[in-house]
Structure formats: C-alpha cells, structure tokens
C-alpha cells in the first residue's frame, strides 16, 4: 500500500511569487491535514480538509489556501511569498480525520529568497 | 503559557536505559499524538490514545485524562530510537497542537 506522496520534495521561491504544494494520501483516506515546520515555531496545524471541504483551519493568514479534489489529492498554495514562509510543509492522511493516527508524508522543503 | 509541554527538552541515554518522555496539556482533549521525527524531517506516527495505555514493542504510551498528562515509555533502548518525539493534542479533527518535542540521542 503506497503511502503519502507529497511533491516536490525541495523547492526555492523568490519573494512576492507563489507557490502550489501537492499531497496524494493513502488510498481510501479522506482526510488530508497540512502543517508548515519552522525551528522557531515548531509545527503547527494549517488547515484540513474531508471529502473536498475545508473542515478546520489553524491561525494562518488568507496567503494560506488549499483544497481538496473528488480523488483527496490536496494540494495546498502560497500566496506572495514572505521570507518567514521558509518551511518544511507537511501534510497527513487519515480515514476520517477524527481521533485515529495519522500517515504523514515526507515534506516540502521550502526555501523564500 | 503553552498548550502542550514537553520533557524533557534533551535527553541523553545509554543504550539498554529505560526512559521516559512527558507532555502535560492545559485543556481537554480529543485525543494525544506520540509522533516520531528522524533527521530529514519525516514523520512517524507512534500512538494516538484517548485514554489508558498502548504497546507497541518496545514503546509504552500512558494518559492520564484527569491530569492532563501522558508519558512515553522506551524500554531497552537502542542508537535507533535516536530522533525527536513530539506529542500533540487534538482537540478538532485532525487540529492537532503540538508540544516542542524531545530530541532523544541513545549512545552506544
């Protein structure tokens, strides 16, 4: 069984751009959350989203958007990208996203310049 | 003031050693999260209780709901068990929060 695919896997951006992050979770799974790692923040929640509707959302500004395809493929987007957006962007599948363990993907490295 | 605490910070130990990680949380929850961190950033997730106490091998994870409190157990560790172990509560959903983490260096 494939686990959680998330591309790319390292990515450089320049100030002001944008960026558009992809999450392919386990098959069956319809629960895609995302969280941006920072070594000054550690990991925090952005948001959620089940059967293609955003379900939960941390204390990110609007920049932060995602959704969710009828296949759960969840991509996640960034918009003028600020220098503090430089981040390991994870995200995680479960079932049904309600007390149960989460798959985590391996991450997006990204860089702002 | 943080939600989910963590300790402790560091923690070295010597291979065969019992050790013991804690997480305090301030308000009620759904359920706690025992993940593991390798160098290059992936996540494993360990444990995810509600309530008592699970196994899995060599990792014990206890919760005390009363007291807001849960504890990962490693018993004979070893170099492999070197990484960060983070707990996070969950409150929503997948709306986890997470405590600063534990990086744990087990010596030969």
């Known amino acids: 069984k494939a686990g959680v695919t998330q591309t790319p896997r390292y990515l450089i951006k320049t100030r002001g751009q944008q960026v558009t992050l992809s999450c392919s979770p386990i098959s069956g799974h319809r629960s895609v959350s995302w969280y941006q790692q920072t070594p000054g923040q550690g990991l925090q929640f952005l948001f959620e989203y089940f059967s293609e509707t955003q379900r939960n959302k941390g204390n990110f500004p609007g920049r932060f958007s995602g959704r969710q395809f009828s296949n759960s493929r969840s991509e996640m987007n960034v918009s003028t990208l600020e220098l503090g957006d430089s981040a390991l962007y994870l995200c995680?599948?479960?079932?049904?996203?309600?007390?149960?363990?989460?798959?985590f993907g391996s991450g997006t490295q990204l860089s702002v310049l | 003031k943080n939600e989910v605490e963590q300790s402790p910070q560091n923690l070295t130990a010597q291979e065969g050693e019992f050790i013991t990680i804690n997480c305090s949380y301030s308000?009620?929850?759904?359920?706690l999260h025992w993940l593991q961190q390798h160098p290059g950033g992936g996540i494993v997730s360990l444990f995810m209780?509600?309530?008592g106490k699970k196994k899995h091998g060599r990792l014990i994870a206890t919760i005390n709901i009363q007291e807001k409190h849960s504890s990962l157990h490693i018993t004979a560790s070893h170099p492999r068990d070197s990484a960060v172990y983070i707990c996070a509560k969950e409150t929503s959903g997948s709306r986890l929060t997470f405590g600063e983490g534990t990086q744990l260096t087990v010596n030969p």
């Open positions: 209780l509600s309530s």
């Open positions: 308000v009620g929850i759904s359920a």
């Open positions: 995680a599948s479960s079932r049904d996203g309600r007390d149960e363990k989460l798959f």
